[in-house]
């Protein structure tokens, strides 16, 4: 387990990077975000995220921490693009200025982080008390990886809601309205993530990073994916292979769980964190080539 000294260096430098890409959000309000400046700071934020994960053995004692990290930041980042295909769909509907777009995400990332800490807590202390939750979080994983199998590719549609409704007849501002919508669809979202991150580790204070480090710059992923994002037509696809690879593993976990290792005279397996880190590597690795050969240069399917 990590040192309070530990938990409060980490929470301490993250908390002061978000804030200041709060100020700068704020200080550039009214300026869009240029291809080229999303492209920067996302570069900046992935190895952030990198040099944390070779760092860790340097301050935790757990062997295995360093990979978990890895394999939950790359699950919760992925499902975090997942996010922005959302994202773009309700700025778009709205029509949201593109000048008022990145303080409006920003704003909505904050929510999720404040969100997502909530449903950390709550599974820790669910999972600490209750073995068989792996069942339940498992379960929902499978539903969740079929949901995506089946849906259209991007396609899904974004409707407002009575509540949306009831704000804008109040005389909301679009600003206010988007901000609603997307801390509703951050709640929807940590329902899938948190999970999945549990069906990694157990630790929270890698859960608490990864889930940071994977919301930390979307809001500059967001301007750099925006028009690219077509392009990924089997994204949801390979999210939902690896949020069903985690369901089953955290079946297996559960059995284990409650003292039950075999299955009609089948033994069941305990995967390692090396074969979980792979797996999502591959998926991810094949879901990006599989889309950029299926798509033309200029973001259009071949039919």
Not at 92 to 121: D, N, Y
Not at 172 to 185: D, K, M, R
Not at 246 to 258: L, N, R
Request: proline share 2%; aromatic share 12%.
């Amino acid at each position: 387990m990590e040192s309070t000294s530990t938990w409060l260096l980490t929470l301490g430098i993250l908390a002061l990077v978000i804030v200041v890409d709060l100020a700068v959000a704020i200080i550039r309000r009214n300026k869009e975000t240029t291809m080229t400046e999303a492209g920067i700071w996302t570069v900046i934020y992935v190895s952030a995220a990198i040099v944390f994960g070779i760092l860790m053995p340097n301050w935790t004692t757990d062997p295995n921490a360093q990979k978990e990290f890895f394999a939950g930041w790359l699950t919760e980042y992925a499902l975090s693009v997942d996010n922005i295909f959302v994202f773009v769909i309700i700025l778009s509907r709205l029509q949201v200025e593109k000048t008022k777009q990145q303080l409006v995400l920003l704003l909505g990332i904050i929510i999720a982080l404040v969100l997502r800490g909530g449903f950390i807590a709550a599974g820790s202390a669910i999972i600490e008390k209750f073995s068989g939750a792996f069942f339940v979080f498992g379960a929902f994983l499978v539903f969740t990886a079929y949901r995506l199998l089946v849906e259209d590719d991007g396609e899904e549609e974004w409707k407002e809601d009575r509540f949306i409704t009831y704000l804008r007849s109040k005389g909301a501002t679009t600003f206010f309205i988007a901000l609603v919508s997307l801390g509703f669809t951050d709640l929807v979202f940590a329902l899938d993530s948190i999970p999945a991150i549990f069906g990694i580790t157990r630790d929270p204070y890698i859960v608490v990073c990864a889930n940071i480090f994977a919301l930390m710059g979307l809001r500059q992923l967001y301007f750099l994916l925006q028009g690219l994002l077509q392009r990924l037509v089997y994204l949801s696809k390979g999210l939902s292979f690896i949020l069903a690879f985690i369901g089953f593993k955290m079946f297996i976990e559960a059995f284990h769980g409650i003292g039950i290792h075999e299955i009609a005279g089948v033994k069941l397996p305990h995967v390692p964190i090396e074969v979980s880190l792979f797996v999502i590597v591959a998926a991810l690795t094949v879901t990006a080539v599989a889309s950029l050969t299926a798509t033309r240069k200029d973001g259009s399917e071949i039919v």
